[in-house]
T-cell receptor
Framework: LAKTTQPISMDSYEGQEVNITCSHN???????ITWYQQFPSQGPRFIIQ???TKVTNEVASLFIPADRKSSTLSLPRVSLSDTAVYYCLVGDEGGKLIFGQGTELSVKP | KAGVTQTPRYLIKTRGQQVTLSCSPISGHRSVSWYQQTPGQGLQFLFE???????NKGNFPGRFSGRQFSNSRSEMNVSTLELGDSALYLC??????????????FGPGTRLTVL
């Protein structure tokens, strides 16, 4: 069964770059790695998804090394509104979906 | 397009009762997944339905069940409620195929409290 590990919490200041790493052993060979953002009392919201190397969209970048046993979500120049919980999601070879325990990001002025 | 909707948003039940939660996916989406979110266990996968068939199931007891209708709407049922079933139940829909590769869109959740 796949297991994911993320830091429980991180602190940052406005304008800084934040990198959150998720370790995931036993990730399914054909599976993508997806990151979500969740605000209190809301469902998770899709941020970015990738399979390998680097993916970038208008809000974040995702770095995945060749062995795919980890991934790093990079948020450039965070603002107060980026304060939220961030989850990585992977699937294992059995097809089960595994969320990380979530990283609570606190952005301070 | 309307997003994923879940009803009801809040529910209070007592131990031993049963409950049914409903999820309407985004129009055109055929896959629906259910998750349980608690402070202690985080987000845990319950099951996934695609074209009215349960395709995948997490490690939850048989008290947790679900189904999907021909219009892709889904319901989940929890029988013989226990205090530990108090949680936020989230539904997510995706276009089709494998939920592990499709982008999932989540609803706002149903907050279930068991007294």
């Amino acid at each position: 069964l796949a297991k994911t590990t993320q830091p429980i919490s991180m602190d940052s200041y406005e304008g800084q770059e934040v990198n959150i790493t998720c370790s995931h052993n036993n990730i399914a060979t054909n599976d993508y790695i997806t990151w979500y953002q969740q605000f209190p009392s809301q469902g998770p919201r899709f941020i970015i998804q990738g399979y390998k190397t680097k993916v970038t969209n208008e809000v974040a970048s995702l770095f995945i090394p060749a062995d795919r046993k980890s991934s790093t979500l990079s948020l450039p120049r965070v603002s107060l509104s980026d304060t939220a919980v961030y989850y990585c999601l992977v699937g294992d070879e059995g097809g089960k979906l595994i969320f990380g325990q979530g990283t609570e990001l606190s952005v301070k002025p | 397009k309307a997003g994923v909707t879940q009803t009801p948003r809040y529910l209070i039940k007592t131990r031993g009762q049963q409950v049914t939660l409903s999820c309407s996916p985004i129009s055109g989406h055929r896959s629906v997944s259910w998750y349980q979110q608690t402070p202690g266990q985080g987000l845990q996968f319950l099951f996934e339905y695609f074209s009215e068939t349960q395709r995948n199931k997490g490690n939850f007891p048989g008290r947790f069940s679900g189904r999907q209708f021909s219009n892709s709407r889904s319901e989940m049922n929890v029988s013989t409620l226990e205090l530990g079933d108090s949680a936020l139940y989230l539904c997510a829909s995706s276009l089709e195929g494998q939920a592990v590769t499709d982008t999932q869109y989540f609803g706002p959740g149903t907050r279930l409290t068991v007294l």
